[in-house]
């Protein structure tokens, strides 16, 4: 019998989704053994009936829960919590279920001056109260879809890794276990390190990185040793995929279209703080501290939810 | 809280080497300063991570001090500078937290300075005083 799986997307731009079908021909071997119940980016199927004439939400039970996207308002919430109800193992995708996702930049501030920037004193649209009738209210802050009901499987990333969604769902089928090894982006790298930075400068990814595509990855240099501010250090290693056929090696995403780890997989462990973490690693290669730009977003830029961004406490005066 | 209850919490990591006999010393030789900070015996000024700082800070610490042998004098040669180098990295992070600068502080205090540890201590104190509870304290 085929496994019910129920997919909901909430405060996310979809990408995860497209994640899903980039899964390629392993989707082919899988979708026998799927049977989608539920999916709102693919199918017609209303919360409250098809005419909305019901009074509660109507999500179908099944197997296996897929939630993208944080949760930004009311109606996520409720969501969130009745696919909670109706399924019985529930997966985050993407790194906006998982830790908040770029949406979660906006905890850096209180709802209120959000209000404030979008609606009322906006210099290039006619200013006007928040919009409330038929819209959900905000929540204050956007959340994890941890905080909101618990999870058993997170699969982080901006979009995810499809071979990680095939691990998960295989592991689902078959009764296995699935988890991500608690490993740093640089473990899986293979750019050669020589453990000290070339210059105190901090440079911008518009400047290409020194490198030869002709000879293999480990001629080139680390992107953080020549001064590209990469977020591979702190950051869970999961992204990487075999370049180079059978004997190939595992290449990062961004490293291998040459750009530096942006930290989308987010911490390695559970409670780390990947800003100070960072911050500590760019001085002890040598990297001048002070060039990091806007560090607080940039250091948080995918993991904002669970309370890493949030408004700075107020100086007593 | 009034501010007239209010003590100060502050940790202190001490080297072993010089700092913690620098604090011994102005024990024994029966110094008076202010109970507020908590040493930490660390092996070397140069192994605190700036995690613990930034830790203790977000964590009920009202202020943070790490005390370190003198330049050049370092057990390990080099972990002071190691130190030093990160202090400009923990001072950055707290203004990333929305900390005041003053609350974390990087002395050298050699073995034989238990009256100036006393003296850093009673003026660290005073100053985190008057800063009033770290606003991350719940």
Redesign the interface.
Known sequence: MAVKVAEEWLNICGGCEVSILDIGEPLLDLLPELEFVHMPVLMDHKYFGQTGENTEMEIPEADVGIISGGVRNEKEKHVAEEMRKKCNTLISLGSCACFGGIPALANMFPLEDLYHKVYKDCKTTDSGETPTENLPPLLDRVYALEEVVPVDINIPGCPTNPDLIVKALSALLTGGSFEIPERSVCDECPLKREKKASGGEIKRTLDSPEFDQSKPWDNTRCFMEQGYLCLGPVTLAGCSNKEGGENGVMVPRCIKGLMPCRGCFGPIRKGA?P???M??A???IGLD??QVPD??ALLNRYIGGQNRLRP?????K | MANEEYEPLIVGFCCNWCSYAGADLAGVSRLQYPPNMRIIRVMCSGMVHPNLVIDALTKGADAVIICGCHIGDCHYLEGNLKAENRKEAIELMLEDFGLEPERFRLEWVSASEGPRFAEVMKEFTETVRALGPSPYKT
């Open positions: 703080n800003l100070v973490d911050m500590s760019i001085s002890s501290a002070k560090r607080r700075l406490p107020a100086r007593p």
